[in-house]
Structures are given as C-alpha cells and as structure tokens.
C-alpha cells in the first residue's frame, strides 16, 4: 500500500492508483475512438490541470486532429473563487465548424465550465463534447452536461496526474485524497 504523502502543511492519502488510471483512460480513449471514428475532432485541453490526462488520452483513444489549449482559473487554493480569469482563449479560427471535444481534470462546483462553455460556442463550433477525468457530483453548483466521465468521487480535495495544490504535486503518479481529521480523533 502506498504511503501517505504530505504537501505544505497538508497530509494526502493514496486514492487512485496508476494503474487505475491507465485502465479507465484507456477505456475513456476507445469510447471516444468509436464515437468520433473518422471525424478528426479538435481537441482543446484546459492548461494546466488536465495537461498529463489529455496526453495520455488523446493517444489512447488513437484518433488524428489538432489540439489546441486554453487556460481559465477559478481557484485559488483549496475552494473555488467562482470569478473566472482566461488567461489564454481557445484560437477561433481552429475552432469554428471543428468537432470539439474539451479535455478537463476535474469538475467541482460547474462554474468554470459553465462560465467557458458559451466563449467556446461562440465560435460556432460543429459540436461540442467535454470530457472530465473526475466529477464530483456532490459538489455540483450550477449542472454542466457532461459527455465522458472517468471517475465520480467523494467532495474532497485530490492532487496527482495533473491535479495541484497551490501548485504542488501535478507530476504525482496516482491520484491522492486530502485527509481530513477525524471528528474526535
Ligand atoms: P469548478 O469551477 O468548481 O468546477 O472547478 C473546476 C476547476 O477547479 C478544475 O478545473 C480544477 O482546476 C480545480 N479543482 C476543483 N477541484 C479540485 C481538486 O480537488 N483538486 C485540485 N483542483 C481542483
Ligand atoms: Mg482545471
């Protein structure tokens, strides 16, 4: 069993494993092979969480097409702001009439998406689809259609494969979960 691992002043424990990992984006990467078999779609990877699954699962799911990248922030820390900031806006002209599949790590609270959907539509692509590695549906604040899910987890704060702590712990193999103090222990 893995170790714990602590990052600043936080105490993680193991939660999904590498392999784990592998399996279901590979799964995610045949599922997205069938549905856009023979369509070249575009894919646009939210900077900078997403970075390490969209690699792995753009080669898994085998397809050709251009990927493009966009960055919006709405967190700082370990809660959402709900303020998004764009700090680099997905290229129009790639963009407009495309198949667009969006590539994101983890949707929380919905309030990135839902606040960067319309600057994607905008553009007037050809169809839209997002995919998350995790969703953490008890969280939900505002519901965003998701079209490709690789996890559904427990409300708590993760790092690894992509995912940071004020910056921290993105290159991590596996996916951690923070530990949070037990009532009375
Ligand atoms: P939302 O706007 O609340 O849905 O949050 C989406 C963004 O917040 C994600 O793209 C992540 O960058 C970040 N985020 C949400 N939950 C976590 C987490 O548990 N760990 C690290 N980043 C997170
Ligand atoms: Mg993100």
Known sequence: MAERILVGELSFRPFLTEEQLRQRVAEMGRELEGDYHGRNPYFLVMLKGAFIFAAD????????????????????????????????????????????????DIVDSGHTLHHFLPLVQALEPASLSIATLLFKPDAVEVPVQLDYVGFSIPPKFVIGYGLDYDGRGRQLRGIYQLEEEEPGG
């Open 57 to 104: 699962l753009i080669r898994a799911s085998r397809l050709t097409g251009e990927i493009g990248f966009v960055r919006v922030s709405s967190y700082l820390g370990l809660s959402s702001t709900r303020q998004l900031t764009t700090h680099l806006l997905p290229e129009a002209a790639e963009v407009r009439g495309r198949d667009v599949i969006i590539i994101e």
